[in-house]
């Protein structure tokens, strides 16, 4: 295949330190492609007044596809103060670069599988029958509707005139709220289109079909959130019954699917939610298979922008250690993700499998694989550092 061009954002932190090894990974198997870093992060903040500059859109916006360690936010005041003094007073003001990549190219689909590893031992184990210990091995995938609902920061507290006034007009607000003094009122709506809700069931159930999962699960609430929650299964319902009659649709609340993530996990296939559901349930089932030491992402715009992200953050803490301690195989396999995205599947399965090896093998293992509290002596206790398992990894490739 041609040679890819591939936009590098490090960001903050980890983030920087985790990416370095995935390409260390995707060189060592094979994969032909020239980096071009882009500047994005708390740096970039500080010295311009933007964590992320139009030169790094433009970039992306060029070479279209994107892999992103992580970033560093802060509350607004800590940004203030860090802010280079030449620049103190000027209006800048602080947003995450991440959320700000998202709005920019609209990357309305988000994709988190959460995929055991075989000799993990972060995975989730559960009790049987005649008490016995089970494993169950997850492997579900998540689709989160990323630009949408309560995260799309259409929010008011003592909300103006107008606001409340067309609150005033629905009969269960006046009822229940319409004795509450307007200035303490908080309101923060959750918004859903037709077009985005279609979008990422369409990319659930395409999912679906292309890799061989036989259900699809939507992931809301439709008997108590009719509006929001009933539009994505109704128009869940429609597609499965028009064009992918043979994937099974099934439907869970929420909370229920709290519970049964800890009791049947294994039942679950391809889900998709809304953006706060399925920032839940994402973490939620990342959980069961080692947390943010797994946890890959993808993301997608409409016109062929995809950023592959860890979904943890620059954990600041660990980002100083003399020897880094923190687990690469997130941000690896976020790699994958883009490999398979690009049609590289034999340099994909190449590499996971080698994490798998390295995994099943079980010598080496970064510190949180084994329980520890994240410290320097981790290293002198008999975890891998960051670039021992990925020296493992690349060992494995090899083989
Ligand atoms: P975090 O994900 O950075 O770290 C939380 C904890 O998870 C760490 O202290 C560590 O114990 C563990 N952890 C994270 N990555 C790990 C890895 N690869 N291997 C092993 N353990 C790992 O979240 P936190 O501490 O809430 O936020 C730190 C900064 O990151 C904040 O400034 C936050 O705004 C930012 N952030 C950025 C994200 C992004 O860039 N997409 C996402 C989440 C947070
Ligand atoms: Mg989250």
């Known amino acids: 295949m041609a040679k890819r061009t591939i936009i590098v954002l490090p960001g903050d932190g980890i983030g920087a330190i985790v990416l370095e090894q995935a390409i260390r990974v995707l060189n060592a198997a094979g994969f032909d492609a020239e980096y071009i870093h882009g500047d994005i992060g708390w740096d970039f903040w500080r010295r311009e007044g933007n964590p992320l500059p139009g030169r790094t859109l433009e970039l992306i916006e060029k070479h279209k596809i994107a892999l992103f360690g992580a970033i560093t936010s802060k509350p607004n005041d800590e940004a203030k103060a860090e802010l280079n003094p030449s620049l103190q007073g000027k209006g800048f003001t602080y947003s995450s670069p991440i959320v700000g990549l998202r709005q920019y190219f609209n990357l309305d689909i988000c994709v988190r599988p959460c995929k055991s590893y075989k000799g993990n031992p972060l995975n989730f184990i559960k009790r049987g029958k005649g008490n016995t210990i089970e494993e169950p091995l997850i492997d579900v995938v998540i689709f989160r509707q990323n630009t949408e609902c309560l995260y799309s920061g259409v929010e008011w507290t003592n909300p103006p005139e107008k606001v409340y006034q067309a609150f005033l007009t629905h009969p269960k607000f006046r009822e229940n709220f319409g004795q509450v003094p307007v200035e303490e009122l908080s309101i923060s709506t959750r918004i859903f289109t037709k077009k985005a809700t279609s979008r990422i069931l369409m990319a659930a159930f395409e999912h679906a079909k292309k890799y061989g999962y036989k259900s699809v699960t939507v992931c809301e609430k439709p008997n108590v959130i009719r509006e929001t929650s009933g539009l994505m299964w109704k128009l869940a319902k ?25 009791k049947n996990p294994e039942d679950y296939e391809v889900i998709v939610a809304g953006n706060m559901f399925g920032d839940i ?4 089932f990342a959980g069961l298979i080692g947390g943010l030491g797994f946890a890959c992402s993808a993301q997608f715009s409409s016109d062929g922008i995809a950023v592959f992200e860890p979904t943890h953050g620059s954990a600041p803490k660990y980002a100083d250690f003399e020897v880094s301690i923190v687990n690469p195989i997130a941000m690896i396999e976020s790699a994958c993700m883009m490999l398979d995205y690009l049609g590289e599947k034999a340099i994909c399965q190449t590499i996971r499998k080698a994490i798998a090896d390295v995994i099943i093998e079980g010598k080496i293992r970064t510190y949180d694989m084994m329980k520890m509290q994240g410290r320097p002596e981790v290293i002198q206790n008999g975890a891998a550092s960051t670039v021992q398992m990925t020296d493992a990894i690349i060992s494995k490739l090899k083989k």
């Open 238 to 262: 429609e597609i499965q019954k028009n064009q992918f009659p043979d994937i099974k649709l099934i439907n869970t609340n929420i909370d229920a699917q709290m519970m049964w993530l800890t």
């Open 281 to 284: 349930a994402s973490d939620g």
